[in-house]
């Protein structure tokens, strides 16, 4: 798989559906991390999405997804260690629920997010805070951020289709691009 520059790739994932062998590639750091999230469904959940995440990165770069090493900005967006970033990778993830999203690109700081509707939400708001949230994880910025503090020239953001209960998007820094949407078969 080759991502370029001017386009960015969105990977729509059933966590329910792909198995556990993509927890079979987490690092040691991630197991621990697995293991403390309770209950159990979400942290069989969180393992599968970062397995995938692996996967993926790993198919990107012509690597061996378990070689893979991550470093985390100031507010928690991942990233892969400098000497990793081959072709200047790009990339984000937000799963709710059994979907997972991922996003990948060139050169471009991204960001993803998806929200099941679960106490009732209503439809706009779950589209208004998707957008946002996304925004922010493209940003490198923490949740309590303000929306305003968001609104810049050099943002790209665009409603992503999840079906019927959900909501998502994405933003990617540098403007407008071609955007590709996949859906993951493992």
Known sequence: MRATEGSVHIWRADLTAIGDRPEQLLCSEELARAARIVPERKRVLW?????????????YLDRDPRE?????????????RRE??????????SHSGGLALYSVTVGREVGVDIEHSRNRYTAEFLRTWVAHEAAVKCLGLGLATPPEDTLRDDL?????????????????????????????RG
Request: include cysteine; charge should be positive; glycine fraction near 10%.
């Open 68 to 80: 893979l090493r991550f470093v985390s900005g100031p507010h928690g967006k991942p990233a892969l």
């Open 47 to 59: 393992a599968r999405s970062r397995g995938v995440l692996r996967t993926l990165l790993g198919r």
């Open 84 to 93: 990793e970033a081959a072709e200047d990778l790009r990339f984000n993830m």
């Open 156 to 184: 790209w953001s665009t409603q992503l289709d999840v079906g019927p209960r959900a909501s998502a998007a994405v933003t990617v820094e540098g403007g407008r691009c071609d955007l590709r949407c996949r859906e993951w």
